[in-house]
């Protein structure tokens, strides 16, 4: 079988870098070869999207038109979402209803941003002279979109939908774990009439591809999502070119159930807030802080609960958990609940892989929960990225409120309480970019997200996820009779 080709300027290509295999993390076996892109694939990638970027038949399309185009990649999305979903779900395992649902997701962001970019105008600011000023919105030029493998259709989706209604050139290097979905979106946006060179797909390594794409001078803006140290990397390479960067990096985040919440609705928000997506997902609430009247019961019910939870093949519309995302990575997540073994952490329910049958041959392993270890623990102080719930006992709110904080992440968090006055006092302490109360994972696209600390620089979604990729340019329109006088502001 030919390596699966990425795609360049409308055309299929099969990279100068060699290629690299996709494995289904659910069985091990090979899904296909995919074709790798190196710097001279690169090269001709930059230039291909800052031509179309530049021509006119783009820059001056209206925005009405520009909307309909992003509508009609909507719709390509959803006459072939069964395909879509497939092929997330053949690369990183989700469960074929999680992914079904992320692709309805994804396409409903072009959909946004199609009505966002129809009606989105400029401003006309506050004079303080005798002239009208105009602030008006232009793109980067070409944006450097990096992807995740946890959620590839939605996150894609997300960066290149706001990005094309600003008007720039997308190039998106996804994943290696998760190469394809971006190219088969690609392909979705040319039928639907987008130029090509506006929607590019490179696939390959970070070292052969993404670097070489985050140090082109050709790109003007880089967005990421994926974890941390990359970030701080890209955002440094960002900062010696002087180039815009969005980063949407790694979590640790508090879910917290007082004492007086409805502990049976809170113990459910509480698993699929981690398990949901086998814990691979940045807002997962991977550490649970119980008050500690209540911390017996709740216990109970999750131990239970978390027990039930039905891991198995994705293709079984039974399975609420699949595998993780890559081999690699559950030896990973295998690390960190020996770690917590080591610190003291007792095992409460899972705590390994599930035995015998189909399963041996994937990536799984068992909803884990572990008790007994402090906040200062190695395995409730880094991101873990899988399926594994430390649980922490709170006194009071100021016992919590130091221990909810004291995290190098600030992403998201989850309240559980019938006293909104506390919730509102609560969310307002923690240094959160997006809190819960008495709900958990709930996500909006128009509205914006991201998050505090090392957990990410800029909100995508909403309105601001479109001027994200835009610069402010002003204009002064004199209606006086000569020049305006100097030092006036």
């Known amino acids: 079988m030919d390596p699966v080709p990425f795609l360049v300027a409308g055309e299929r290509v099969r ?8 494995v289904n993390p659910a069985t091990g076996a090979l899904n296909y070869e995919v074709s790798a892109a190196g710097p001279r694939d690169v090269e001709r990638c930059v230039a291909a999207a800052q031509e179309a970027a530049r021509a006119p038949a783009w820059r001056r399309m209206r925005p009405h038109e520009r909307a309909r185009i992003l509508a009609g990649i909507a719709d390509g999305m959803t006459r072939r979402a069964e395909r879509l979903a497939e092929i997330q779900m053949r690369e990183n395992g989700k469960v074929m209803a999680e992914c079904r649902a992320q692709v309805a997701s994804a396409a409903a962001t072009f959909r946004y941003y199609a009505g966002v970019c129809e009606t989105l105008g400029s401003d006309v600011t506050p004079p303080r002279g005798d002239y009208l000023s105009l602030t008006m919105y232009e793109p980067v030029g070409v944006v450097a979109a990096i992807t995740p493998w946890n959620s590839p259709l939605t996150m894609e989706a997300q960066k290149v939908a706001p990005a094309l209604a600003a008007g720039n050139a997308v ?31 490179l696939t390959g390594t970070g070292r052969d591809t993404g670097m070489p794409l985050v140090r082109h001078p050709g790109v003007r803006m880089i967005s990421f999502t994926g974890g941390t140290e990359t970030g701080r990397a890209i955002a440094k390479l960002a900062a010696e070119r002087l180039i815009p960067v969005a980063l949407e990096l790694g979590g640790k985040s508090p879910n917290i159930v007082f004492g007086d919440a409805d502990l049976e609705a809170a113990v459910d928000g509480v698993i699929g807030g981690i398990f949901e997506g086998s814990g691979q997902s940045c807002v997962a609430g991977s550490r649970l802080f119980v008050q500690r009247e209540v911390a017996d019961r709740v216990l109970s019910l999750l131990k239970e609960r978390t027990a039930a939870l039905r891991v198995g093949m994705p293709t079984d519309p039974a399975s609420q958990m699949g595998p993780l995302a890559s081999f690699p990575h559950r030896e990973r997540v295998e690390g960190y609940v020996a770690s917590a073994i080591g610190e003291g952490g007792e095992i409460l329910v899972g705590g390994r892989r599930p035995n015998g049958g189909a399963l041996d041959g994937g990536a799984y392993y068992l909803p884990t929960v572990i008790t007994g270890l402090s906040n200062s623990a190695r395995a409730c102080r880094e991101e873990i990225f899988g399926p594994v719930l430390c649980v922490l006992p709170f006194d009071d709110e100021d016992d919590l409120i130091e221990q909810a904080n004291d995290s190098a992440y600030g992403l998201a968090c989850g309240i559980w309480t019938a006293d909104y006055r506390r919730a509102l006092r609560v969310a307002g302490a923690v240094e959160a970019g997006t809190v819960w109360v008495n709900t958990y994972k709930q996500l909006s696209i128009s509205t914006p997200f991201g998050g505090f600390k090392d957990s990410g620089i800029g909100r995508e979604k909403g309105i601001s996820g479109m001027r994200l990729y835009q610069q402010a340019k002003s204009i002064y329109l004199g209606l006086g009779g000569g020049p305006a006088a100097a030092g006036r502001h």
């Open 15 to 22: 990279g100068d870098a060699g290629t690299f295999a996709s």
């Open 171 to 201: 190039i998106v290097k996804p994943s290696e774990v998760t190469p394809t979905a971006a190219i088969e979106v690609a392909a979705i946006a040319l039928e639907a009439g987008l130029p090509p060179g506006l929607l590019n797909v």
